[in-house]
């Protein structure tokens, strides 16, 4: 069973987020109750999935920087095929 650690001053830092508070029973940062804190249960399930996450956020951010470049490049070519297709005027030759 793991305690906080106990800090100057009757001060309590959670063992699980770091966060620092007087209250000895519950971190009120991230809700753990320190009589049921095991860091090992904790850590198993967690490191297999703390990269998925991780990686669907990167993969998402490629995607939709992808996606605004391919919305870019529409754009501009709108744009460039809408100018080419203006007449051209010239002022009266002198």
């Known amino acids: 069973m ?7 001053g009757g001060v309590v830092v959670c063992p699980r987020c770091g966060h620092i508070q ?3 029973v519950e971190c009120h940062q991230c809700g753990v109750i320190f009589s049921r804190y ?7 399930p967690a490191a297999s999935h703390k990269n998925r996450p ?9 995607k939709k920087i992808a996606f605004l470049l391919v919305l870019l ?3 501009w070519l709108a744009v460039q ?7 051209i005027r010239h002022p009266p030759a002198f």
């Open 38 to 44: 095991n860091p090992r249960a904790e850590l198993q």
């Open 54 to 62: 991780h990686q669907q956020s990167w993969s998402m951010e490629w």
């Open 81 to 87: 095929d809408l100018l080419d297709s203006r007449e």
């Open 73 to 75: 490049a529409v754009f």
């Open 22 to 24: 007087n209250d000895l």
């Open 2 to 8: 793991s305690r906080p650690d106990e800090a100057a």
